[in-house]
């Protein structure tokens, strides 16, 4: 099996085939389980959302779409989009078993917080077959946790705690799940304290670890990251080691987005809705993927000037 670090690179890559307005389905999709979370990261699109969004995604609609995504060829699935798919456990382990064992999707992957991954939920989600589980772990101490992650320290030792746990979980029952973690790479002191953390308490217990630039989330959290004070690299352009021009940007691409509300988004960081190209309770996956506005959002991309499109503001291209 392919390591994390090569998948990540393979979807963040665009291939010839790819380099089109109208295209075959992507490589990969994430689909958001739930759009709610526990944290507050001063990094993160969520923090533009006045509110919070209640209601998780149905079951019926998720069914229904991942058949359409196999059919029409895509091969992997990740059952997250921007929220904590461990905010609701049972939905998530019923996606998972789903996409495993009815349509034999080929790789399902999870990205969490890892604060309310407890030992029965990890353990449910590697029997239905969870491919992958990578951590984010972007807090070297309690101090730093609750600055930008703007929630209870108790939380940092939490997430630690069932980190390990996960570790345990699979051991005991010879489970085949990877486990990874990534984290943004600060400077000087931050970065000596986050090796320090990794070494102890992250690394012993994942396959792999990875480090991410500090990005910003289009043009959303800019204003909450220089309260912060950190610069953040222009947009996602993927992992420090494979790093992407902005522009045309990959997730319009190869990725798909899909929100608990069942719109599909151009953005992989899409809070508010803004780069909604197709509702897929109305449409098919491959009809939205290959809607009128989305054609035209690539085409714009591939000619390297978005002014006049949703993309405009983004932080990647100013």
Not at 92 to 103: F, S, Y
Not at 192 to 206: H, I, N, Q, T
Not at 241 to 260: K, M, N, Q
Not at 293 to 313: D, I, M, P, Q
Request: hydrophobic content about 40%; charged content about 25%; overall charge neutral.
């Amino acid at each position: 099996m392919a390591s994390i670090t090569d998948r990540i690179d393979n979807v963040t890559r665009i291939p010839p085939a790819y380099l089109n307005a109208a295209l075959p389905a992507p490589k990969s999709v994430k689909i958001e389980i739930s759009p709610r979370c526990n944290y507050r990261c001063g990094f993160c699109a969520l923090r533009t959302r006045e509110v919070q969004p209640k209601w998780d995604m149905d079951f019926g609609l998720f069914k229904r779409i991942t058949r359409e995504m196999r059919d029409a060829g895509v091969g992997e699935i990740g059952v997250f989009y921007l929220g904590e798919s461990f905010m609701n456990p049972r939905l998530l382990v019923d996606c998972i078993a789903w996409l495993k064992r009815d349509i034999e999707m080929p790789y399902v992957f999870l990205t969490s917080n890892a604060s309310m991954a407890f030992a029965e939920a990890l353990e449910e989600c590697m029997k239905a077959g969870l491919d992958s589980l990578k951590w984010s772990v972007n807090a070297a101490d309690e101090a730093q946790f609750e600055r930008i992650m703007g929630v209870a320290p108790r939380l940092f030792h939490r997430a630690l705690e069932n980190i390990k746990a996960a570790w345990e979980v699979r051991k005991r029952g010879g489970y085949r799940t990877g486990l990874y973690a990534s984290s943004i790479r600060y400077d000087g002191e931050q970065l000596d304290r986050m090796e320090r953390l990794l070494a102890e308490r992250v690394r012993p217990y994942v396959d792999q670890h990875y480090w991410l630039p500090l990005y910003s989330m289009g043009a959303f959290a800019t204003l909450r990251e220089e309260q912060l004070g950190y610069r953040p690299t222009a947009g996602n352009q993927g992992r420090l080691g494979a790093l992407r021009e902005p522009l045309p940007c990959w997730s319009a691409f190869t990725e798909g987005h899909v929100t608990a509300e069942g719109k599909l988004s151009a953005c992989c960081f899409d809070a508010t809705a803004n780069w909604t190209m197709g509702d897929l309770t109305r449409q098919s996956f491959m009809d939205a993927w290959n809607s009128e506005s989305f054609v035209k959002l690539r085409a714009a991309h591939l000619r390297k000037n978005v002014s006049g499109t949703v993309c405009e503001n983004c932080i990647a291209y100013s």
